[in-house]
């Protein structure tokens, strides 16, 4: 098969992981007698310092073309990037929501996996990680706290800044049908996370999730405060197998649940909208401290390489073997600085993604 890929290599970390990727892509497009054409396009930082925008048409353009859209990170130091200093809307952040709306990728799915090789890098008490736990969430991500109206503004001679929190009652059902359909191929379990003892927006959340979970017959639904939800993380991560959730909250229990798989840097992330399209990128940000250094772990952005082979072209046995060869690379002791343990060999992210490659 051939595919177009559209690669957003962005700021920071991002250049050195996706050419880690695009190495493990390589090697499968060799191996299953494939062609990945890839268009390299600028996004974040590096497109303001170039056209002096996030996000230019050019880029929404070219990633509607293509059958898929790879990305790295995007942003800088938030307090001495030059970048930081220009209106919200001109920030490296806004390219990314600016494509996440203009493609419609409402749905993130970032799967949380607890490697058995990596358990001595989870920070839960070894009782809990030797349980284990393999949980997707599911976030809404073209909606609700981040995409409603915000202002900030003086009223009485004092500054007043407003965010709204806004879901219309088909974004609700869209990603709900996401996490139901997702969750029928995996434990069949869903976990809505809202604050629908606070939040309207939530008892809508919730009335909605409850209304499609009746087509589901298989699947079990459960309700759960986001504060409750944070704690269970911490507390029992093996209780959940789909998460789905509004976007702010998808955004914070994310990064938890990243971090009790070891690192942010394992986490692999596909943002989709109605069709087979996505933007697959790691979940974790540009790591500037320790950018061009060599030493980010491009295991998440493998890990999205994978899940765009698998949801956008529907390359199973190829996705399977780069998860396999990321597994054996686990086993066979190679670990980048962020989830080095004692007794293992310590790789940089070149090293890494040569290694990966060369067993798939
Ligand atoms: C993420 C990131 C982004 C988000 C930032 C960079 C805007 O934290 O993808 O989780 O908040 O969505
Ligand atoms: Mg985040």
């Known amino acids: ?46 497109s303001i310092d170039a056209n002096g925008e996030p ?14 859209v790879l990305m790295g990170s995007i942003g ?14 001109l920030r490296p952040e806004a390219g990314l929501l600016g494509i996440r709306k203009a493609l419609g990728l409402f749905a993130n ?15 839960l008490k070894k009782e809990i990680s030797d349980r284990g736990f393999d949980m997707l969430i599911m976030r809404e991500l073209t909606g609700g706290l981040y995409f409603g109206e915000k202002k900030t503004e003086t009223v009485d001679g004092m500054q007043v800044a407003t965010d709204t929190l806004v879901y219309s009652e088909s974004e609700i059902r869209r990603i709900a049908i996401k996490a139901f359909d997702v969750a029928m191929k995996r434990r069949k379990k869903v976990t809505s996370v809202d604050k629908a003892n606070v939040l309207e927006s939530s008892r809508l959340w919730r009335k909605v999730i409850t209304e499609v ?7 079990t639904l459960e309700h759960m405060l986001v504060d409750n939800s944070a704690m269970q993380l911490v507390r029992d991560p093996a209780q959940f197998d789909v998460m789905v959730t509004e976007n702010m909250f998808g955004d914070i229990l994310s990064d938890e649940a990243s971090m009790i798989t070891g690192s942010i840097g394992m986490l692999a992330s596909a943002s989709m909208n109605e069709t087979k399209f996505g933007l697959y990128e790691p979940s974790g940000g540009s790591a500037p401290d320790i950018a061009g250094q060599n ?11 994978a899940m765009m082979l698998r949801y956008s072209f529907d390359m199973t046995d190829e996705a399977d073997a780069v998860e396999a060869a990321v597994s054996k690379a686990l086993n066979d002791g190679y670990r980048t600085g962020d ?3 004692e007794g ?11 290694i990966i490659a060369k067993s798939v």
């Not at 957003?8 to 299953?32: C, F, H, R, S």
């Not at 996000?55 to 898929?68: G, H, N, R, V």
């Not at 800088?76 to 809307?89: Q, R």
Request: include cysteine.
């Open 1 to 46: 098969m051939t595919k177009n890929i559209a690669v957003i290599k962005g700021d920071g970390i991002g250049p050195e992981i996706i050419t880690e990727a695009m190495k493990v892509l390589d090697a499968v497009a060799e191996k299953y007698g494939h062609t990945f054409n890839y268009t390299q396009l600028l996004m974040g930082g590096c």
């Open 55 to 68: 996000l230019t048409k050019e880029t929404i353009d070219a990633c509607k073309a293509s059958d898929a």
């Open 76 to 89: 800088g130091d938030t307090t001495t990037s030059p970048w930081y200093k220009l209106p919200p809307n």
């Open 109 to 123: 799915l970032r799967p949380c996996v607890l490697y058995p090789q990596l358990s001595g890098a989870c920070p």
């Open 213 to 219: 979970a009746k087509d589901y017959p298989e699947v």
């Open 295 to 305: 030493k980010a772990n491009p295991i998440a952005t493998i890990l999205s390489a």
């Open 339 to 341: 989830i080095m343990s």
């Open 344 to 354: 293992m060999t310590k790789v940089s992210c070149s090293e890494m993604g040569d």
